[in-house]
């Protein structure tokens, strides 16, 4: 069964760090194109990152330069590195697996979420 | 970037048929995925290019798109069908980008 779970989510202050990680389980992280979506509370979908099979990486404006997306291909776990945090980065954190590249691509499936609050 | 313009809500009685729509510049030209969202649960895909469903969704779930407006159609509506539903496309004029629509509360009266 295709599965993704994800971890690492918390209460961190502005301008923290933290690390969110996405175990999968049913395919190989690394043969496929990556994605993570976040969603404020009460709010709708926002696209944050995608990391290519062959490792290229591309970000949300809202969060360039301060989230980096990586993989552990031995732990087949897919990563996001979240620096210099604010408050409108509060959301449930999802991953998820992109499919369809060569068609338009899609998110399937998703993981269950992880919840980052930045708060003093 | 390229926006995508939903209904915020969308009311219909069980057994009736549901449309929501999706706005967006020559959306017709790009392929058009759906995701339906329960409260405290994922989104799942219910949806992919315009019109296909992935094995375990209904027929009643079917998708079009042409021009500026995509639509996805639930027929004979049913209380479990409940929940808000995502438009997304992928604009690769904007440095890879997913983009999805703002969302859809559907409300079965």
């Known amino acids: 069964e295709v599965q993704l779970v994800e971890s690492g989510g918390g209460l961190v202050q502005p301008g923290g760090s933290l690390r969110l990680s996405c175990a999968a389980s049913?395919?190989?992280?690394?043969?496929?194109?990556m994605s993570w979506v976040r969603q404020a509370p009460g709010k709708g979908l926002e696209w944050v990152s995608v990391?290519?099979?062959?490792?290229?990486?591309y970000y949300a404006d809202s969060v360039k330069g301060r989230f980096t997306i990586s993989r552990d291909n031995s732990k087949n776990t897919l990563y996001l590195q979240m620096n210099s945090l604010r408050a409108e980065d509060t959301a449930v954190y999802y991953c998820a697996r992109v499919r369809g590249v060569a068609l338009g691509w899609w998110f399937d499936p998703w993981g269950q979420g992880t919840l980052v609050t930045v708060s003093s | 970037s390229y926006v995508l313009t939903q209904p915020p809500s969308v009311s219909v009685a069980p057994g009736k048929t549901a449309r929501i729509t999706c706005g967006g510049n020559?959306?017709?030209?790009?392929?058009v995925h759906w995701y339906q969202q329960k409260p405290g649960q994922a989104p799942v895909l219910v949806i992919y290019y315009d019109s296909d469903r992935p094995s375990g969704i209904p027929e009643r779930f079917s998708g079009s798109n042409s021009g500026n407006t995509a639509t996805l159609t639930i027929s004979r509506v049913e209380a479990g069908d409940e929940a808000d539903y995502y438009c997304q496309v992928w604009d690769s004029s904007s440095d890879q980008a997913g983009v999805f629509g703002g969302g859809t509360k559907l409300t079965v009266l």
């Open positions: 049913g395919f190989t992280v690394s043969s496929n194109y």
């Open positions: 020559n959306i017709g030209s790009k392929s």
């Open positions: 990391i290519y099979s062959g490792g290229s990486t």
